[in-house]
């Protein structure tokens, strides 16, 4: 029966798959979206990753002991989950255009090189609060998840301006230091993986809504996928090489340990969705039995993460600490080590029959407003990127933990959209840049936004019967 399953689950990848290709040559979804790496998690780290642990006998700390009934029950919550979810993010579209409909069209713009000065001070901020800003009582922690969030969003400003004009060398020269710069801080003192994936995608997701949108499907399809597998490479190194000492040691030191990190090693971590379905299925087996239903769980994490734990002691604790530490007591690991139960496994132990579907009406509708945001405000960066902030933590909530990352999201994209005005504004008083009113469309033109010759490339063509009719032209051409 298990093997059935898994089989199940690679179909199920495989019409998600077809369901991203139809909806993006529709022109009815970007290619490049937070809707689209969401699935591209849940694929990993649920769907395809749990099928590759079925099939080939994978086993970890948290190993079902009823693999053939857990694996259907698994199937079933899971199929529910995507139905619900898919559901949900298509039927709110209408209801979040009418929001984004009474927008006004006036808005400030800023020229490339103000843009420039703009990424860069707020790669700035991103150091002060990594290792100033830090040790403010009570905000410290905040600031230094802010931090990473800052270098994401200073390296995708700085590709949003070189995108379009790559034969100016002192754009893409300037570009490259600062995106470089980002991904060394990224590396300092930190263990995780979705900050240092976060700059990754932040440049991908500028690239892309700055200018590779409008060259047509296939040529920014073959470009996505090369920069993807640059980034997927570099997770696969990080993945084999990251130990406890990342958090204690400089960039360099952590730069200097992918020296003997195995990319095969890496890729299978990944694949296998890093046991997530396996340890879905064992809270399966032990919810409500072994450990009764924690209702809500992920929701009361989200909304309790903020307060200190010095003030409330009893806060609640992330699952993915709480099983390894206080459930099978898992030896040998450094304190911080923590797994992904799961997204089903958090529907499971939050109480599936509330969980079932709260969470994938909330995940639906959260997404859906972020991307119609993105589409709606196509041509404006300080609207797209604080999107892009977010991205490898939307990848990462079907790894688990759901509510920690959800809260990381919303965080990482308030905390943008406010320092990018902040700073802007700032620099405009000051006089280091100039403001223009007006459209981004019209603010560029005279900087040669088309500088690699694409006379008629225009920011804002998704969407629509244009986008529609170039996306085919370019699928049979």
């Keep these: ?57 994978d086993t970890g700390h948290f190993h079902p002991a009823e693999i053939d009934s857990t694996s259907v029950k698994y199937a079933m919550i899971l199929s529910v989950f995507i139905v619900i979810y898919l559901f949900t993010h298509r039927m709110s579209t209408g209801m979040i255009d009418r929001r984004f409909s009474r927008r006004s069209g006036m808005t400030t713009s800023y020229s490339p090189v103000g843009i420039m000065v703009i990424a860069g001070s707020i790669i700035g901020f991103g150091i002060l609060s990594q290792y100033v800003l830090v040790y403010i009582p009570v905000l410290g922690p905040g600031f230094f998840k802010i931090a990473y969030g800052m270098y994401a969003i200073g390296a995708g400003l700085a590709a949003w301006v070189a995108a379009p004009r790559l034969w100016n060398p002192f754009f893409l020269l300037l570009a490259c230091f600062m995106i470089l710069v980002a991904l060394v801080l990224t590396f300092a003192q930190n263990f995780g993986r979705r900050d240092l994936l976060g700059v990754v995608l932040a440049v991908l997701w500028a690239l892309y809504f700055s200018h590779w949108r409008s060259l047509g499907f296939r040529r920014v399809f073959m470009r996505m996928s090369v920069v993807s597998f640059a980034g997927l490479i570099l997770l696969a190194l990080v993945t084999s090489a990251r130990s406890g000492d990342f958090r204690d040691q400089s960039a360099m030191e952590n730069i200097s340990t992918l020296k003997s990190a195995s990319a095969s090693d890496g890729l299978a971590d990944v694949f296998y969705g890093q046991r997530a379905g396996l340890n879905s299925m064992w809270l399966i087996e032990t919810r409500p039995d072994s450990h009764p239903y924690d209702t809500l769980h992920s929701i009361r994490l989200f909304v309790t993460l903020p307060i200190p734990r010095a003030s409330w002691p009893g806060k609640p604790d992330a699952l993915g600490i709480t099983m390894p530490t206080k459930e099978i007591k898992v ?64 990848i990462a909530m079907p790894r688990g933990e759901l509510g920690s990352f959800y809260f990381l999201a919303i965080l990482n994209i308030v905390s943008a959209f406010v320092i990018m005005k902040t700073i802007s504004w700032v620099l405009t008083q000051i006089g280091w840049v100039k403001a223009s009113p007006g459209g981004w469309d019209e603010a560029w033109d005279d900087y040669g936004a088309d500088w690699d010759g694409d006379e008629d490339w225009s920011y804002d063509s998704s969407y629509g019967d244009e986008y529609t009719a170039q996306v085919q032209t370019s699928l049979e051409s």
């Design 331 to 394: 030896r040998g690991k450094p304190p911080e080590w923590n797994i992904g139960p799961g997204l089903v496994g958090h529907i499971v132990n939050d109480n599936p029959f509330f969980a079932i579907w709260m969470y994938p009406i909330i995940l639906g509708f959260t997404i859906r407003f972020f991307d119609r945001a993105v589409v709606w405000f196509s041509t404006n960066p300080f609207v797209v990127l604080p999107m892009g902030a977010a991205i490898g933590q939307f």
């Design 1 to 57: 029966m298990a093997t059935l399953i898994a089989f199940y689950l690679f179909f199920v990848a495989a019409c998600l798959l077809f369901y991203v290709f139809t909806q993006v040559i529709s022109g009815k979804e970007e290619l490049v979206s937070l809707h689209n790496f969401f699935i591209a998690g849940l694929i990993i780290f649920q769907v395809s990753g749990a099928g590759l642990s079925i099939i080939s006998g």
